[in-house]
C-alpha cells in the first residue's frame, strides 16, 4: 500500500506566508515544490512540498490568503493592525 500524495497548494503572490520566523511570498511552483521569497529580497528559495507540509505542521506556520492585494493594505492602514 503507498503512502497518500503530499498535499499541494494554491499560493497567491500576494499571500504572506510565515514560515520559521521568516516572511516569505510565493513566486511560483516548480514539478516538486514552490519557489519561496523572503521579503524583502530578491532571491527565491525553493521549499519542497513535502517541506511545506511539515512546516505548516508548526505551531507558528502562518498563511494570509491576499495579505498584500491593495484592499487589505488600505484596511490594515485604517484599523492601524497588521492581521
Do not use: N, W
Not at 13 to 21: A, E, H, L
Not at 57 to 81: C, M, N
Amino acid at each position: 500500500m503507498s503512502a497518500s500524495p503530499t498535499p499541494r497548494y494554491r499560493l497567491d503572490p500576494t499571500d504572506r506566508i510565515v514560515m520559521r520566523g521568516r516572511i516569505l511570498t510565493c513566486k511560483g511552483q516548480t514539478p516538486t515544490g514552490y519557489l519561496m521569497q523572503p521579503f524583502g529580497s530578491e532571491i527565491t528559495d525553493h521549499v519542497t512540498f513535502v517541506e511545506f507540509e511539515a512546516e505548516r505542521q508548526h505551531q507558528d506556520f502562518r498563511h494570509d490568503t491576499l495579505f498584500y492585494t491593495e484592499s487589505r493594505a488600505r484596511a490594515r492602514a485604517r484599523t492601524l493592525i497588521e492581521s
